[in-house]
């Protein structure tokens, strides 16, 4: 069974604080993206990451791809009130038509 | 450019009955996915179609089934509705080959009660 976990589940942070969320699977990834996701929305693709090792930033935003791409992470510096929501990481095989997405981490930074 | 519209938004249903929820993807985009959303399973893939073709499908039982519109448009079917179908139902579009490396872009949804 191809699983990606995601940790945590739940992170309740005070405005300005730093954090890390977590996604890791035991299978190795074409791709991986990260999502975000507000209430009564669908969710809205942050990064797509590709090459093992790579380092992507959105602002405050920063993606890591493992170096053998079957995990990454997510930090965000500095976190905002509007950083609130659920993050989805999702892992994509070449050609397999199919993903597979984490359950999230929700996060609710408070002001 | 219009994003991913599904409709309706919000639908009650009651046991026994079937449904048909409709996704339009974004002008261009060939490949369109269906996702259930619950709290409890997360995000589970349902099944993924490109030119009229389906190209994968999740576990889920033959009461769902879905197809593709020669204008890329897509419409699920649930039938033998069950308590357990109550979920949020996203569908996905992307331009197309393989959802591999392809950002896909999601609805807001279509939230389904089953009383």
């Known amino acids: 069974t191809q699983l990606l976990e995601q940790s945590p589940q739940f992170l309740s942070i005070q405005e300005g604080e730093n954090l890390t969320v977590y996604c890791n699977s035991s299978s190795v990834f074409s791709s991986l993206q990260w999502y975000r996701q507000e209430p009564g929305e669908g969710p809205v693709l942050l990064v797509t990451v590709v090459t093992g090792g790579e380092v992507k930033k959105l602002k405050r935003l920063t993606f890591q791809f493992g170096d053998a791409r079957k995990d990454s992470s997510l930090h965000i510096t500095a976190a905002q009130p509007g950083d609130t929501g659920l993050y989805l990481c999702a892992g994509a095989w070449a050609g397999g038509f199919k993903t597979i997405f984490g359950a999230g981490t929700r996060l609710f930074v408070k002001a | 450019k219009a994003g991913v519209t599904q409709t309706p938004r919000y639908l009650i249903k009651t046991r026994g009955q079937q449904v048909t929820l409709s996704c339009s993807p974004i002008?261009?985009?060939?490949?369109v996915s269906w996702y259930q959303q619950t709290p409890g399973q997360g995000l589970q893939f349902l099944f993924e179609?490109?030119?009229?073709?389906?190209?994968n499908k999740g576990n889920f039982p033959g009461r769902f089934s879905g197809r593709q519109f020669s204008n890329s448009r897509s419409e699920m079917n649930v039938s033998t509705l069950e308590l357990g179908d109550s979920a949020l139902y996203l569908c996905?579009?992307?331009?197309?080959?393989?959802?591999?490396?392809?950002?896909?872009?999601f609805g807001d949804g279509t939230r389904l009660s089953i009383l």
């Open positions: 002008s261009g985009h060939r490949s």
């Open positions: 179609y490109f030119s009229e073709t389906q190209r």
């Open positions: 996905a579009s992307s331009l197309g080959e393989g959802v591999s490396n392809q950002p896909q872009h």
